[in-house]
């Protein structure tokens, strides 16, 4: 019988396909009604930008809302909209 040896690198990258098939950069808009100063959406962006996976959060008092752009492998609409409730400024989808 002949045995096969596959490098270990090689290996290892085939391992990571699966995950990187399935993963999505995705974007979201979280509405933030009790949004009431200018200050607001300086403390919901720094909220969203601590969570792991966020890439980009543009928060607008104007329109109440906080657009989000993550990595789903990374975290989920459930955890953005829990990091802005734990700030004091509930949200949710559209």
Known sequence: MMKILIPIGIIAFLL?????AYA?????VLSVPTMD??????????ALER?????????????????VTFDDTHT????????????????FTR
């Open 76 to 91: 989920s609409v459930a955890q953005l909209v829990a990091a802005t409730t734990q700030v004091g400024y509930p949200s």
């Open 24 to 28: 999505a950069t995705r974007t979201v």
């Open 37 to 46: 100063c200018d200050t607001c959406p300086l403390i919901i962006r720094t």
């Open 16 to 20: 990571t396909l699966p995950v990187a």
């Open 51 to 67: 969570v792991s996976g966020v890439n980009k959060a543009k928060v607008s008092y104007e329109r109440r809302e906080a657009v």
